[in-house]
């Protein structure tokens, strides 16, 4: 199945290349930079233990809504539609104090449903089905029945959850993009990120931006050169990205 939002660095495109990657046998699966999740929703299963992480508590908050409370969610989504209006109302009220968590979550999938490239700043002028995507929430809260979520730093959960037979996929801010990314990830973070893995048990599969720093940075590992089309180039006018799948086994 599809994930349920779109996301900055989302991996819609690129999915399948990543899955095959993955090793024959693990028996818990941990997506350390969940975001969106399109590879953790690909399959109806990748493990028997299967956990989503990510660093922003409003991305957080609504994943758990979705698993908890499908219905509830619905409900508050009910007054949404595709306008302007409700899209910066909703950015101007995501901090106003008093908010359940229901109401929290609607505000902000209303944001990332309405925002050009999710960067939950601009409204996107394009037409849109909100109301089949608010019906398909019902599949999604299935799918994330057994799935932990957490919301924690990246050095924290690997270091909670590592066995040798665990399976880190790792989807950080990409080198020197961090600033588009809502979450405060920091340059340093990825020397950070690269000697956390470096003492794991488990493996880890890690997609990044094709650059000379990131080749330096784990340049004792597996990288394999993928490319995927630009999300935000047109059709009419295709452009290329290279990315970057290294894994330590």
């Given at each position: 199945?599809?994930s349920?939002?779109?996301?900055?660095?989302?991996?819609?495109?690129?999915?399948?290349?990543?899955?095959?990657?993955f090793?024959?046998?693990?028996?818990?699966?941990?997506?350390v930079?969940?975001?969106?999740?399109?590879?953790?929703?690909?399959?109806?299963?990748?493990?028997?233990?299967?956990?989503?992480?990510?660093?922003?508590?409003?991305?957080?908050?609504l994943?758990?809504?979705?698993?908890?409370?499908p219905?509830?969610?619905q409900?508050?989504?009910?007054?949404?539609?595709?306008?302007?209006?409700?899209?910066?109302?909703?950015?101007?009220?995501?901090?106003?104090?008093?908010?359940?968590?229901?109401?929290?979550?609607?505000?902000?999938?209303c944001?990332?449903?309405?925002?050009?490239?999710?960067?939950?700043?601009?409204?996107?002028?394009?037409?849109?089905?909100l109301?089949?995507?608010?019906?398909?929430?019902?599949?999604v809260?299935?799918?994330?029945?057994?799935?932990?979520i957490?919301?924690?730093?990246?050095?924290?959960?690997i270091?909670?959850y590592?066995?040798?037979?665990a399976?880190?996929?790792?989807?950080?801010?990409y080198?020197?993009?961090e600033?588009?990314?809502?979450?405060h990830?920091?340059?340093e973070?990825?020397?950070?990120l690269r000697?956390?893995?470096?003492?794991?048990?488990?493996?880890?599969?890690?997609?990044?931006?094709?650059?000379?720093?990131?080749?330096?940075?784990?340049?004792e590992y597996?990288?394999i050169?993928?490319?995927?089309?630009?999300?935000?180039?047109?059709k009419?006018n295709?452009?290329?990205?290279?990315?970057?799948?290294?894994?330590?086994?």
């Open positions: 199945m599809n349920f939002i779109s996301w900055i660095g989302g991996k819609k495109l690129l999915k399948k290349k990543i899955i095959e990657q090793p024959e046998k693990f028996d818990r699966y941990i997506e930079f969940g975001g969106a999740g399109w590879v953790l929703f690909d399959k109806e299963k990748h493990a028997p233990m299967e956990v989503y992480n990510d660093i922003n508590g409003d991305l957080v908050n994943y758990r809504c979705v698993k908890y409370h219905e509830a969610l409900k508050e989504l009910e007054w949404s539609f595709v306008s302007r209006e409700q899209f910066f109302d909703g950015i101007s009220q995501s901090r106003i104090r008093g908010m359940t968590d229901i109401q929290r979550a609607a505000r902000f999938y944001m990332i449903k309405n925002s050009f490239g999710t960067d939950l700043r601009s409204f996107g002028v394009r037409p849109k089905d109301q089949k995507s608010i019906d398909f929430l019902q599949e809260s299935k799918r994330l029945n057994r799935v932990v957490e919301n924690v730093d990246f050095g924290q959960l270091k909670t590592d066995r040798e037979s399976l880190f996929y790792c989807d950080p801010p080198y020197e993009a600033n588009y990314y809502p979450d990830f920091q340059p973070d990825h020397v950070r000697d956390t893995l470096s003492k794991i048990k488990g493996k880890f599969v890690l997609s990044y931006n094709d650059c000379p720093e990131i080749r330096i940075l784990y340049a597996d990288l050169e993928v490319e995927r089309q630009d999300n935000l180039v047109a009419t295709p452009r290329r990205y290279k990315e970057l799948i290294i894994k330590n086994y």
